[in-house]
Structure formats: C-alpha cells, structure tokens
C-alpha cells in the first residue's frame, strides 16, 4: 500500500509538472521570440526617425498633425494590420504664431530671456506688456500679497521641482498645478501677464511649453514658461533690482476647434473576437521640438507591437487594437471620444496599455487593475524579470487609455527609468537624438510581451 | 488565566515592535538623509565635469593621469576624509601616438576607414602596411582558411555583438574574445595586421579601442578596430573587390614601465576600525574622449560617498574607503597592488563595492558573496526598492576589487541600466555630456545607502 502510494504521489505530481510546464515554457519561448523579432528586425526607430523628422512636431488641429495621421494609417497598414480605420475626434486649434519675446534691461543692458507660450495662452495682441514683475514660489504666496502688490504686475511663479523625488513623475506632478492654474490665480489679483519657471528637472536654458487651463469667468493673461536658466538669472536681477520692467510678447491664437482622427488598427481575435485589447500612445505633440519622447516613441512602440505579433505569426485569441490618439497633450479629446465611442457600440475590453513616459528603458509597468489581476499579472514576474521588467506598480496608467475605466479593464502604463523624461519634455530640445534605439525597443518588446500575457492568458 | 496569557503576548510582541521597528525606521530615515543630500547638495556631477574637462581623458602611465592622481587626492581632502594616502602602483606605459590611418581605393575612390589602435598594439614602424584582407567571424572561420589564405593578409574580424542579449555587458563579453586574442591568432597564421569590428551595440561611426593582450611567443602585429559602419562597409567593399588593398599606419609605441598610484581615503571606524569596507571606480581611462562614463562617473561617486557620509554626520563603526584605482584598463594593476598589499599589510575587509558600470540609473547591485550574505542583502531589499533598486544580482562584482576576494568579503558591483554604455565605451563619445546628473547622483546615493547598510547591520 505504501507503495503504491508513493507511485501515485509520483505520478500526480509528475501530471501536475507536465500540465504546467509546457505552458510556462511555452509563453517562455513566446516572449523570447518576440524580443529576437524586435531587437533583431524592429522597425520602430527607424519609423520614429521619419515621425520625428519627416514629419515633426504635430500639435493637435495642425497641419502637420493631419500629416502624421495620415502616416500612421499608412503605416499600420504596411505592419499587415487586418483593418486600419480613422475614428473621427474634434480637437481644438492654436498656434503659438511666430514671435514670442521676453526680456528687460538692467544697468542699462538689454538682457533677452528664454522662454516659450504656455499651451492655450493668449496673445499679447501685437503689443509689448511691459510691467513690473512679482516674484512667488506657491499660491498661498501670492494670495498673501494680494492685489495691491499684484496689480498691473506680472507674477512670476518661480519654484524648481523637488529633486528629491525619485520619481520624476511625482516631482513634475508637484508643479503642475502652478501652470495650470498659475495664470488665473494671478489674473484674479489683477495680474497682466504670468510667467512661471519651466517645469523640469534639469538646469539648462531650454524653456518647457505644456497646457494651461484658464478658470472659466477670470480674465484670460498671457502666460510664458522661462527656462530654469533664465528663471534663476531673472530671480537674481529682481533681489538687484525689484522694479525692473519686464518686456513680454507672445503672438498666440485661438481658431474654431476643427475635425481630425484617431487612427486605430487591428487584428482579430480567433476565439473570443469580441474581447478587446487596446495599446497606444498620442499622435500629437507640442508644437516646438519633434515630440520624439512625448510620445513618438509610445507611438512607434504600439505599431510595433502589432508588427511584431504579425511577423511571429501570433494568432491572438482576443481582439488586439493599436490606437494612436490624437490630442492627448490639449484637453485628452481623443482618449474620451474612443471610451465614448466605445461605450456607445457595446465594444467590451478585457486590457488597454500605455506607453507615454518616453522611449527609455522599461523596467515594469504601472497598473490600475483589481485585486484578483494583481494577483495574476504578479504571477507573470517570473516570466518578465528575465527581460530586467521588476514590477507591477499600482497605481496609474495613461492618460488616453484613463477613459476605458470600468469594473472589468485591466489597465497599464509601460513604467519607464524617467529619470532624463523632464529633460525634454515639451521642449525644442525633445529630439529623435535624444532616444537611444535599444531602450525603444525593449519598451516595445515589454509592450508586445503584456499583451501576449493579456490575450493568451487573460483575467479570467 | 487565559487574560494574563493574552497580555503577555500582547507585550511580548510589543517588544518585538519596538525592537525592531526603531531600527528599521532610522535605517529608512538614515537612508532617506543620504539621498536627500546627494540630490540637494551633490558634489558629483561638478567633479565629473571637472575630471572631463579640465584633466580629460587619462591612460596609465600618461601625465594627464598624473593630474587626476593629484585631483582625486585633492578633492578627497576636500571631502573631509579623515586620511588620504597614495598607494604606489606600477604601471605600463603605451602611446597610441598622433598618427592613424586606415583606408583603400576602390573604383578609384579613395575612401578612409573610421578606426583606432587597440591599446598595446605595436606600430607600423612609421610606415604604410598595404595588404589584401580576409574577413572572418570567428576564430573557428579563421582557422579553417588556414595559413595558404592568411600569410600576408590583414585578418578582418567582423562579427556584431548578439543585439539579444538584454544584459548589454553579456553581448560585450561575446566580443570580447576576439579583442584580446584576435591579433594573436591571425599572426600564427601568418597575417601582417589585424582589424576588428568595434565591441559595440551602436550603429555609428565611432571606433571603439580597448585592450589587446598579445599571446607570448606570437609575432606582434598591429591591430585596429573599425566603427560599426566603416566595418559594414569594408564587408559590402570586399564582396565587391575582395583583393582591394587595405593601407594601415599606427603609430603606437611602448614604454618602460613607470611608478603611478591609487588614491584612498577613509573615514576611520569607531567601534571596529580595523574591519574595512572599500569602494572604488578606476581613474585611469582609455586615451580617446574623456573616459566620462569609464570610469569617471564610479570615481566621482565614490569620492561623493565619503562626502556624504561625512556631510550628514555619520560616524561609521567599521573604517570605510574611497580608492581611485590607477589602471584598470591595460592590467589591473591599481587593483592587484592593493589587494596584495591589504593581504601583505593584514587588513581585513567585511565588504567591497566598485561602479564600473556608466554613471547610468541604478536598479541594483551585482554581488559575489555566500548565501547567508546574500540572505542578509535580500532582507535589506525593502529599504532600497522606494528607491527603484530591485534587486541583488549574483554573479559578478567588478575588476578593480575582484582581487581581494576571500572567504569572509562580500563583493558588491553598482547594477546600472546599462543600455547605452557600449555605445560610449572606449570611445571619442564618452564625455562629459553624455552623463545625466540625477542619474549620476541617484548611483552616488545608491553606493553610500549600502556602504551604510553594510557598515551599521554588517553581515554577522
């Protein structure tokens, strides 16, 4: 009898190693090949060089933004997409125009200064501001002045990121709030014009644009953002001379909001075609710059996520979707209108992946999923870690992708080492030389890998 | 009964808590005040600017070592170390020269070949080989040619490293071989020069050196390595014109051997200062560039180690050191001195820790140490992933310490995200500008976190 049931406890534990070890070798043997097909044959660098300098910057309801729809639809089309479709999205349309100006005189030298419109700001209506500047770091400063120190003023927000957080993302969330509402909170004290210090983290003369949102009802001021150079030199020239007269023109302007598309492609799934999985980045950018980091890079990784599962011969079992989404930078309209658009025709996701935290080298991915999908992608470390992909962090995932939220979604950010993304970031200095072409990647091939685990595993 | 029972236990695990808790609380504390100072007040990335720009690159056995010897003993004095010394080290003495040259004619177009000596390569006696080459891949294809198709030819070694290998110093150590022994065996063949393909994983044109270690008893020839792209092109040459004639002239020459030295510093233990913890880069560089990433970024963040520990108070109880080690590079001298003279002198050391890796983010450390040490390291783990360090990684620890391996020490290697530090490596493109400061400095804090870990829980 002890015997035998030895034997037996033999063979179960044998049934149970054979009924899992072909699976973990197999998904094993499936990441592998779709890293050798992308660190081997990828295509996406070379389809980030001609976005970034074929096409360029492409900031919602341009021209060239229309560019790079068209491209991105050509593009996934030559990836052997089973369908490729444009989802229509209104956007808005602004132009920072030609001439931006700041600068003042000291000691009788003119002293020129760098900086660049806020996103959305107002024009300075073809003429110069010219008016004394305020200095403050936080919005409690300011209202301790009150009007009768802002009036007429320009108020100059000038408080650097906090270089103690590791992670940049969390420092740039610091100062966010001050150019979002930094320019309406001065205009409500009577403010002329508001200029804050660039959000970044680095210390170099490069000024960094990015959406303001004026409050609805406060007068609308115009609104610059000063390099971290020029920021320091200005905070010292006011200690030297606190009446100095600031000289301020931007030659912004608002037009109608206009039509432009999200372009989405697909491939089909083969046993639950009706299950959805949706991977992307934004198409636009800023309009300085070529938007390689923000977010040509998520673009080119989520192409080839479909190129690669294509060129593997990986038949999913859901419905895979590369979306590139327009306007994500300037109001998020094309993330809301696929949610929208999805909700309205009953199309159901099990996953959605994002990657927006530039072309850097992956080490996990940011997620916003249930207790029982931790548990699960938890036990799918094993699998990444191999590929120096260490965690899944809680907590979330991508501003486009935000709108899909639901009780059944599993949602992920591609968590990158941030640590150079603040450089850049809306900057003319987010370049195609600035993405290194193995970091890519493997931010592709850790895209492309989630979505294999996604589709042929799943959360159920 | 059952009441007192149940507040004895309460108690007891009380006690637990406050035994335990204190300690993990100030050892999060502790490792927060190192972080906050080395991202506040860093020292490092100005150091580093310095070494680059005002010493420059610095071959051992050069003058311009000489000035970073006088350098890193200055600075550290700076640094507050309670004692800084020289430790006299014997080193080779090679010039590349000022002259290189490599090129051919074909169709009539002369076209020059992007290349540099390996380091230790002989000359070409001030003159011009002109010679037919034979291009191979490994030294299986070299010798299966034989003699009959060698004699007399430059041995073309063209092999990419394998763009697979996530862990880009495992595709670097694939290379590796045919650096250090390629010339060697193309000369028993009977070859006049030897070229190979840069040990990189860039696309450039950017020659990589490095050394060469000729087999005694071999006729020296002199050796070269091509950019990525000039090799590309000398292969679509060949198939072209496989007789074209490859002019090379390098003008390298060989010295006596000469006296330079290591750098160290410590802060001596208060409880046990005659246990040693050592933490080390390599102030030698190759002579192209300005040896940023290799290794000027380990020796300014070890120097930033001890102005750390000293900047926030730290009294260590075991002694700790800071050693710039003087030729890694072409001999590992700097290392092998002062591990014979710790053994010579009966120092006894508890640890050692070297960043040789590139001033790039770090996600851990790479260590060569027992399983009770390791177990030790893993329960140090929680306090260091808030700083997206993921991992202890066995295997390896770095050149410049390896030598004092024994049976007590445990060997720790900075673990950095090493992706681009092949595409700068030994090249004219390792610079200053190439280096990010928080990157720099979170490798800095990450060094003297387990430097202080090490010294206060240590590993009885």
Chains 1, 2 share one sequence.
Not at 56 to 77: N, V
Not at 198 to 221: F, M, Q, W
Not at 314 to 319: H, I, N, Q, V
Not at 372 to 400: A, H, I, K, M
Request: proline share 3%.
């Amino acid at each position: 009898m002890k015997k035998i049931t030895s034997l037996f406890l033999l063979l179960s534990f044998q049934e149970v190693s054979f009924s899992q070890a072909p699976h973990v070798q197999s998904d094993s043997a499936m990441i592998a090949s779709i890293y050798n097909e992308v660190m081997l044959n990828g295509e996406c660098y070379e389809n980030l060089r001609y976005l970034c300098k074929s096409i360029g910057h492409r900031l919602a309801g341009s021209e060239s933004a229309q560019k790079a729809i068209d491209w991105g639809k050509s593009t996934l089309e030559l990836s052997a997409a089973d369908h490729v479709f444009l989802m229509p999205v209104e956007v808005p349309h602004w132009t920072r125009g030609t001439f931006e100006y700041g600068g003042y005189t000291l000691s009788g030298n003119p002293r020129e200064v760098a900086l660049t419109a806020l996103g959305g700001s107002v024009g300075t209506d073809g003429k110069r501001i010219t008016a004394e500047v305020v200095e403050v770091k936080t919005f409690d400063e300011l209202k301790a002045l009150g009007a009768d120190e802002v009036k007429g003023k320009i108020v100059f927000f000038n408080k650097p990121l906090d270089a103690t957080l590791i992670n940049t993302g969390a420092a740039y969330g610091g100062g966010y709030p001050i150019r979002g509402q930094g320019p309406s909170e001065a205009a409500k004290l009577g403010a002329v014009a508001c200029l804050i210090r660039s959000l970044t983290l680095a210390d170099d003369n490069y000024p960094h644009t990015g959406a303001t949102n004026y409050e609805e009802g406060v007068k609308r001021i115009p609104a610059a953002a000063l390099s971290a150079v020029a920021a320091r030199q200005l905070s010292q020239d006011l200690k030297n001379n606190p009446h100095l007269q600031f000289n301020l023109q931007l030659s912004c302007e608002a037009f109608e909001r206009t039509m432009q598309a999200n372009v989405i492609a697909e491939i089909r799934g083969t046993e639950f075609p009706n299950e959805y999985i949706t991977v992307g980045g934004h198409l636009d950018s800023w309009d300085i710059g070529e938007g390689a980091h923000d977010d040509g890079t998520g673009i080119v990784q989520s192409i080839e996520m479909i190129r690669t599962l294509k060129a593997i011969g990986y038949k999913p079992k859901r419905t895979i979707r590369a979306v590139l989404f327009i306007n994500e930078e300037f109001g998020n309209d094309g993330g809301e209108t696929y949610a929208r658009v999805c909700k309205e025709t009953g199309l159901v996701h099990i996953g959605a992946l994002e990657s927006d935290g530039g072309g850097f080298t992956p080490v996990g991915f940011n997620c916003d999923i249930s207790d029982t999908q931790y548990e699960r992608v938890q036990s799918w470390l094993p699998l990444l870690e191999p590929y120096n992909l260490f965690r899944f962090r809680r907590g979330g995932s991508g501003v486009d992708i935000r709108p899909l939220k639901d009780d059944r979604i599993a949602l992920f950010g591609l968590n990158v080492d941030g640590q150079r993304y603040f450089d850049y970031h809306h900057t003319n200095n987010d370049r195609f030389e600035n993405v290194n072409k193995r970091e890519l990647e493997l931010g592709a091939a850790a895209m492309t890998a989630l979505v294999y685990l996604m589709d042929s595993i799943g959360f159920n």
